[in-house]
């Protein structure tokens, strides 16, 4: 068991890194104040393979292993919430699916037209009335002649509205359940597409949410991701990753909230000395790098059990759960220490409290993890 970085990782996130320092760093406060959906920096990260980070190169990706992935994640994700979330739901979900279900067609097409960061890849499941329990979704699709006829709604798409094209999953048998639910590819500008408002969200505020409307949206036959009725399986196999991922974004986003709080602890002075000479200052900062260290072991063991091609479902729920949680109380520990002033704008640990809730929302919320963990242990 080996609890180092390879030189590859070690160069990976050096890079990011510095990327992330330079083109990212200096914009975040304005993508979220002034929800920026972050156009011309995705065109970069595209240039420099991060946004075809689960595509081999065959299709024009870059891919690397699921280790290396989450540190990248880790690095954007620590600058700026909403560019890390987008990139995650289009490289984990959006792409993903389409390479994971896809057939040799469906990949030569679609994936080489979102993999330089110019176009996005969106992905639909969640609908109105269909949040945790995915497996209860409405939006339909019913074969006719040599098209599908997709008709119902999906809520809270991230990046839905500028997607090139959209994974849908949708019922083609109502009779048998979530073994009915096939998934399809619904290409940018198809009549009966419709774009409904974006959300008005208290944080990722540069991240776009949409709502999408299908009235008799007709796409070719040949548009089915993988077998009809397949597709609520294949999307739970690409949640798993998701889960991890989205562990990865709440581990950058708490060593954030760490780092400044590290800072600010030794320039902030009351009673004649520095507050990072207080103990209970210690301690808190104490806490919080522990536990994050912990969260960013967890996360790594579930992507390195991907990588050897191992069931991981289960720590991916683990590393979900843990990490997320951990990020709430990094950010909420973060404006404490900062007092009167993290409650401000003028830091930015206010921006991490508002951005981290997602994390225990997103791809399964706390509760369903407990649940999926609960039900692997043979509860």
């Known amino acids: 068991m080996d609890f180092s970085y390879t030189p590859e990782q070690k160069m990976i996130k050096n890079m990011v890194r510095e990327f992330a320092d330079k083109e990212i760093r200096p914009m975040a ?4 104040e002034k929800e920026i959906f972050p156009k011309d920096i995705l065109k970069k990260m595209g240039a420099l393979g991060l946004m075809g980070m689960t595509i081999p190169p065959e299709y024009g990706g870059s891919r690397i292993d699921t280790v290396s992935y989450m540190i990248a994640l880790e690095e954007i994700g620590k600058v700026c919430g909403s560019t890390g979330l987008t990139m995650e739901a289009h490289n984990t979900l959006g792409v993903g699916h389409v390479y994971e279900m896809g057939s040799e067609e469906q990949r030569r097409k679609y994936l080489p037209m979102v993999l330089d960061g110019v176009g996005i890849a969106a992905w639909a499941l969640t609908e109105p009335n269909a949040g945790s329990d995915a497996g209860s979704l409405q939006t339909s699709a019913v074969l006719d002649g040599d098209e599908w006829v997709i008709n119902g709604s999906k809520q809270f798409i991230t990046s839905g509205r500028v997607a090139e094209y959209i994974v849908v999953m949708a019922k083609t048998d109502k009779s048998k359940g979530v073994k009915g639910i096939s998934a399809f590819i619904v290409e940018k500008g198809t009549e009966g597409l419709i774009y409904g408002g974006d959300e008005d969200k208290i944080g990722l505020r540069g991240s776009i949410t949409s709502q999408l409307h299908f009235e ?79 969260a960013r072991l967890l996360v790594y063991r579930a992507a390195d059990m991907e990588d050897r091609g191992l069931s991981f479902g289960k720590e991916a729920s683990m590393a979900k759960l843990f990490a997320s949680e951990t990020a709430v109380k990094a950010a909420t520990e973060a404006i404490q220490i900062h007092g009167g002033y993290g409650f401000t704008k003028e830091y930015p640990v206010e921006r991490y409290f508002r951005d981290v809730k997602l994390y225990t929302i997103g791809e399964g919320t706390s509760e369903v993890q407990r649940m999926v963990i609960a039900k692997k242990l043979g509860l």
């Open 216 to 294: 008799d949206c007709r796409i070719p036959k040949e548009n089915l991701l993988g077998e009809e009725g397949k597709g609520f399986i294949g999307a739970m196999g690409i949640l798993d990753r998701g889960r991890t991922a989205i562990g990865a974004l709440a581990v950058g986003l708490a060593q954030a909230a760490l780092d400044e709080c590290i800072d600010y602890s030794k320039q902030r002075e009351q009673f004649g000395k520095p507050i990072s000479k207080f103990q209970a200052i210690q301690w808190k900062i104490a806490n919080m790098a522990t536990e994050i260290e912990a």
């Open 29 to 32: 406060k304005e993508i979220d």
